[in-house]
């Protein structure tokens, strides 16, 4: 995944940890911890725990993370800069990508039988009807770069891509 406007930098390192961090800002992801520091030095601050995967919003003022918190799994979206998590929906939910126009964060649902039915939700909450699409547990979904679609790779055909148009469903 490439950086965002010189907000975002992820990268896998050894030991599984993520590192995710806003200017000014360390973050680490580890062990399913979401944590910030300043990049000066001090104390470590846990954001959300359990995390299983997050995105950054297109103007790098958001991360949205399926996670946990202490009311349960969920998605959640986290301020840049500091702030508290704000639960978006409840459950076990999985691999949020954020739409590059901002309007929408498309994510796998409750796996069944090692498949996700993709749902998606405005950045308020809001939820937004898609057609009914299935995907591999791992995930594997992306919005086009100018957003009016989705790549996704169905479970009944492992192998393709297809492409989900919002204009036509």
């Known amino acids: 995944?490439?950086?965002?406007?010189?907000?975002?930098?992820?990268?896998?390192?050894?030991g599984g940890a993520i590192l995710v961090a806003p200017p000014g800002e360390r973050g680490v992801w580890w062990q399913g911890t979401l944590a910030r520091s300043p990049l000066s030095g001090g104390a470590v601050r846990p954001v959300l725990d359990d995390v299983v995967s997050a995105d950054w919003s297109p103007d790098g003022t958001?991360?949205?993370?399926?996670?946990?918190?202490?009311k349960g799994s969920g998605?959640?979206?986290?301020?840049?800069?500091?702030?508290?998590?704000?639960?978006?929906?409840?459950?076990?939910l999985v691999n949020p990508a954020w739409s590059p126009l901002g309007n929408l964060i498309v994510y796998g649902g409750p796996a069944v039988g090692g498949r996700v039915p993709?749902?998606?939700?405005?950045?308020?909450?809001?939820?937004?009807?898609?057609?009914?699409?299935q995907t591999p547990l791992g995930g594997a979904h992306r919005f086009v770069p100018d957003g009016t679609g989705?790549?996704?790779r169905p479970r009944s055909h492992p192998r393709d891509f297809w492409l989900l148009d919002f204009a036509t469903n």
């Open 1 to 14: 995944r490439r950086p965002r406007r010189g907000r975002s930098l992820r990268r896998r390192c050894s």
């Open 62 to 70: 958001w991360i949205v993370v399926a996670g946990a918190d202490s």
């Open 75 to 92: 998605l959640f979206k986290i301020p840049a800069d500091g702030g508290p998590a704000v639960r978006l929906m409840s459950g076990q």
């Open 118 to 133: 993709l749902l998606a939700v405005r950045s308020d909450g809001t939820r937004v009807d898609l057609p009914e699409v």
């Open 150 to 152: 989705l790549v996704y």
